[in-house]
């Protein structure tokens, strides 16, 4: 940074944006923490009650490919919903931003007119790198959240929900594809043997495997909401 000649303004922007991303995540993984906590309570009043968490679906394919459906039911939650809508709403307000940078640039390159004066946003920002180091670390963050957010906005939504015992206090009702697993492609371990057996390959397989079955169930999970019936006596 100090290459560039940055003033205090284009530092403290820059320092500014991190510190923003930085909180957004603490309080993502805050409430995270918070929503493993509440599956881990969950999960233990379904054990007492000697039940699963969650209903299975049936489903007939068309293409005789088994498929696995389960259903589970979620509340909505007031800070998990805030911390998904900032995730959503800092692409859009940073997209306003970064046409802001762009028509500063303009005027002080072009002398077009922008309040107050070109006289000050050229002490502001100090020079070209000023102005467009900020704005390309912005542009950076934005798309990157953008992107995430368009490819996973409804695995997002659901991370904003708490599990419910009951379906009775459940605002959401969420659906998840179970994997398919073929029997042919799957491992066994006892055919490993002494040297043969690789424990750093093999955990990479098997983190590789349960990230792309979370990658597979995040693309297909559907979430819908409860609504009741009003001239409904159920």
């Given at each position: 940074?100090?290459?560039?000649?940055?003033?205090?303004?284009?530092?403290?922007?820059?320092?500014?944006?991190?510190?923003?991303?930085?909180?957004?995540?603490?309080?993502?993984?805050?409430?995270?923490?918070?929503?493993?906590?509440?599956?881990?309570?969950?999960?233990?009043?379904?054990?007492?009650?000697?039940?699963?968490?969650?209903?299975?679906?049936?489903?007939?394919?068309?293409?005789?490919?088994?498929?696995?459906?389960?259903?589970?039911?979620?509340?909505?939650?007031?800070?998990?919903?805030?911390?998904?809508?900032?995730?959503?709403?800092?692409?859009?307000?940073?997209?306003?931003?970064?046409?802001?940078?762009?028509?500063v640039s303009y005027?002080?390159?072009?002398?077009?007119?922008?309040?107050?004066?070109?006289?000050?946003?050229?002490?502001?920002?100090?020079?070209?790198?000023?102005?467009?180091?900020?704005?390309?670390?912005?542009?950076?963050?934005?798309?990157?959240?953008?992107?995430?957010?368009?490819?996973?906005?409804?695995?997002?939504?659901?991370?904003?929900?708490?599990?419910?015992?009951?379906?009775?206090d459940a605002t959401?009702?969420?659906?998840?594809?179970?994997?398919?697993?073929?029997?042919?492609?799957?491992?066994?371990?006892?055919?490993?043997?002494?040297?043969?057996?690789?424990?750093?390959?093999?955990?990479?397989?098997?983190?590789?495997?349960?990230?792309?079955?979370?990658?597979?169930r995040a693309q297909?999970?559907?979430?819908?909401?409860?609504?009741?019936?009003?001239?409904?006596?159920?």
């Amino acid at each position: 940074m100090t290459a560039l000649n940055l003033n205090a303004t284009s530092m403290g922007l820059i320092y500014g944006q991190f510190a923003l991303l930085f909180i957004m995540v603490v309080a993502t993984l805050s409430f995270n923490a918070y929503r493993n906590h509440c599956f881990v309570r969950v999960e233990e009043e379904c054990r007492k009650l000697k039940r699963d968490f969650g209903n299975m679906l049936v489903f007939h394919s068309p293409d005789n490919v088994p498929r696995n459906f389960r259903q589970y039911g979620y509340q909505s939650n007031v800070v998990g919903t805030m911390i998904v809508y900032s995730w959503l709403v800092l692409p859009l307000a940073g997209y306003v931003v970064m046409i802001w940078g762009c028509w500063v640039s303009y005027t002080i390159s072009t002398k077009l007119y922008f309040p107050p004066n070109v006289a000050f946003w050229k002490h502001t920002f100090g020079d070209w790198n000023g102005l467009m180091m900020p704005w390309c670390v912005w542009f950076t963050i934005v798309h990157i959240v953008a992107g995430v957010a368009s490819k996973f906005y409804t695995s997002m939504s659901t991370r904003s929900m708490i599990p419910c015992i009951s379906m009775q206090d459940a605002t959401h009702l969420v659906v998840d594809e179970e994997a398919f697993v073929d029997p042919d492609a799957c491992h066994d371990p006892d055919e490993d043997t002494g040297e043969d057996a690789w424990f750093v390959e093999k955990w990479l397989a098997e983190r590789y495997a349960a990230l792309s079955t979370r990658f597979a169930r995040a693309q297909t999970r559907q979430v819908m909401q409860i609504q009741e019936d009003e001239e409904s006596d159920t």
